[in-house]
């Protein structure tokens, strides 16, 4: 249902003062995350999540490394497997383990963006900063509906289809075509008071969505691409102890860790080498 309802060409016009909530989850999202915000966020998915803290069973030990799997590359988690006894789960080391979560928090990102995007407006929503409105289906009058329809802990399902219930606005939305649901619309004024900054990278808050260390090797590559592009991994790692110590000189990253970010570097250009 989520798919269908974001292509565009399903939504309702925007009409007067009002813009449809569809747009407006992108008008937000630009806001916050500038270039970053590419509007596949809404329908984009979970790739999963790590049982980071023991006690750890055989089954959370086993989806950990399905995980590690699918998110590394074969060939630094093949001599894992072989060395591991039959029947047993597999046991990353450090430098995978921190390529995997790397790359696990990269591929989460674009759904953390949207989460973010989404409880800010529904935060405006309910303070009332954000006027609401709906319309019927088939089209007519733009009406506002009150604060107290914004009133419950779980609203997401709004987002999903752009419609609400108006006779039964807390019930979840299972099928998006029924005749009994209206568009649900903003008010365009109120919107753009409230967008924190439009296209401002800067501006960006920092969010669960990335770490420091995956912006930290995020910016390194920007900032050196030719130097690791044209450098063998210990150089690469060498430079990156010496740039996290000027940004972080409190902060002592473990030796593991920074050749995951080295190797990570490097894969990349392996893989522009390949193409």
Same mark, same amino acid.
């Given at each position: 249902?989520?798919?269908?309802?974001?292509?565009?060409?399903?939504?309702?016009?925007?009409?007067?003062?009002?813009?449809?909530?569809?747009?407006?989850?992108?008008?937000?999202?630009?806001?916050?995350?500038?270039?970053?915000?590419?509007?596949?966020?809404?329908?984009?998915?979970?790739?999963?999540?790590?049982?980071?803290?023991?006690?750890?069973?055989?089954?959370?030990?086993?989806?950990?490394?399905?995980?590690?799997?699918?998110?590394?590359?074969?060939?630094?988690?093949?001599?894992?497997?072989?060395a591991t006894?039959?029947?047993?789960? &597999?046991?990353?080391?450090? @430098?995978?383990? $921190?390529?995997? /979560?790397?790359?696990?928090?990269?591929?989460? +990102?674009?759904?953390? !963006?949207?989460?973010?995007?989404?409880?800010?407006?529904?935060?405006?929503?309910?303070?009332?900063?954000?006027?609401?409105?709906?319309?019927?289906?088939?089209?007519?009058?733009?009406?506002?509906?009150?604060?107290?329809?914004?009133?419950?802990?779980?609203?997401?399902?709004?987002?999903?289809?752009?419609?609400?219930?108006?006779?039964? &606005?807390?019930?979840?939305? @299972?099928?998006? $075509?029924?005749? /009994?649901?209206?568009?649900?619309?903003?008010? +365009?004024?109120?919107? !753009?008071?409230?967008?924190?900054?439009?296209?401002?990278?800067?501006?960006?808050?920092?969010?669960?969505?990335?770490?420091?260390?995956l912006r930290?090797?995020?910016?390194?590559?920007?900032?050196?691409?030719?130097?690791?592009?044209?450098?063998?991994?210990?150089?690469?790692?060498?430079?990156?102890?010496?740039?996290?110590?000027?940004?972080?000189?409190?902060?002592?990253?473990?030796?593991?860790?920074?050749?995951?970010?080295?190797?990570?570097?490097?894969?990349?250009?392996?893989?522009?080498?390949?193409?």
């Amino acid at each position: 249902m989520a798919n269908k309802f974001w292509a565009e060409a399903n939504w309702p016009i925007d009409f007067g003062s009002h813009r449809f909530l569809g747009r407006a989850v992108h008008d937000m999202g630009r806001a916050l995350f500038g270039h970053e915000w590419t509007e596949n966020e809404p329908t984009s998915e979970f790739a999963g999540t790590f049982k980071r803290t023991p006690p750890f069973t055989r089954d959370d030990q086993w989806a950990n490394w399905r995980l590690v799997d699918r998110l590394v590359p074969n060939h630094f988690t093949h001599p894992i497997r072989r060395a591991t006894r039959i029947n047993s789960p &597999p046991i990353p080391s450090s @430098e995978v383990w $921190t390529m995997a /979560s790397i790359e696990l928090e990269k591929r989460n +990102a674009p759904r953390r !963006r949207y989460e973010t995007v989404r409880n800010e407006l529904l935060r405006l929503f309910q303070s009332g900063k954000i006027q609401t409105a709906t319309r019927r289906h088939e089209g007519g009058e733009i009406s506002k509906i009150a604060r107290w329809h914004w009133n419950s802990e779980d609203l997401t399902y709004r987002f999903e289809c752009g419609k609400m219930d108006l006779h039964n &606005p807390f019930a979840p939305v @299972e099928d998006y $075509t029924s005749p /009994s649901l209206d568009w649900i619309f903003v008010d +365009a004024e109120d919107l !753009r008071s409230n967008l924190p900054s439009i296209f401002a990278a800067a501006a960006k808050p920092r969010g669960p969505y990335q770490s420091d260390i995956l912006r930290f090797v995020i910016s390194f590559n920007d900032e050196h691409s030719d130097f690791v592009q044209s450098s063998n991994k210990k150089d690469v790692q060498n430079r990156l102890f010496e740039e996290w110590r000027v940004r972080y000189p409190g902060v002592t990253l473990p030796p593991e860790t920074e050749k995951a970010m080295a190797v990570v570097l490097r894969l990349g250009k392996a893989e522009r080498t390949r193409c």
